[in-house]
């Protein structure tokens, strides 16, 4: 039991980005687009990409043509290959709840191009605008809530 106790637990990923919004009070302010709006605008501007912050299980089961997949929890480690692209970014994920955060993470590392998709691509999908659907594994959910059935021989 004095083992548990000892142990180091990491530090969340974004920790410094919350202890930043804590003591001012406030997050970056973010710049909200609609899909049709993020399809548009990467369609005719190269420098934009869709930056889709959800996890790798989640992309390989749906995601966006040529869109980037930078899971959240890496995002922090990837901040300087994306600074030095000089690209803007569009950033997404399942439904608009990690987006912000993401974005936020990328505003205050000096990336100042960053637009939020609302929605997510959840709301992408019921706009009717294309998505590229793969072999992703059972997600964590179906997993947990017993609708997942497993067979033994």
Request: glycine share 6%; net charge positive; proline share 4%.
């Amino acid at each position: 039991m004095r083992n548990m106790r000892a142990k180091v637990i990491p530090k969340p990923f974004n920790i410094d980005n919350i202890i930043r919004v804590n003591r001012e009070g406030k997050a970056t302010s973010l710049e909200m687009i609609s899909p049709r709006e993020a399809f548009e605008l990467v369609k005719k501007d190269p420098q934009t990409k869709l930056l889709d912050v959800r996890s790798t299980l989640e992309f390989n089961q749906v995601h966006i043509e040529d869109s980037i997949n930078i899971p959240i929890d890496t995002l922090s480690s990837r901040i300087g290959e994306l600074s030095q692209s000089k690209q803007n970014y569009i950033v997404f994920c399942l439904a608009g709840n990690r987006s912000p955060m993401a974005a936020d993470m990328l505003m205050q590392s000096g990336i100042n191009k960053v637009k939020v998709m609302e929605g997510g691509i959840a709301r992408w999908q019921r706009e009717k605008l294309a998505v590229i659907k793969g072999q992703g594994g059972m997600s964590l959910e179906r997993q947990a809530d017993g609708s997942a059935h497993l067979a033994f021989l």
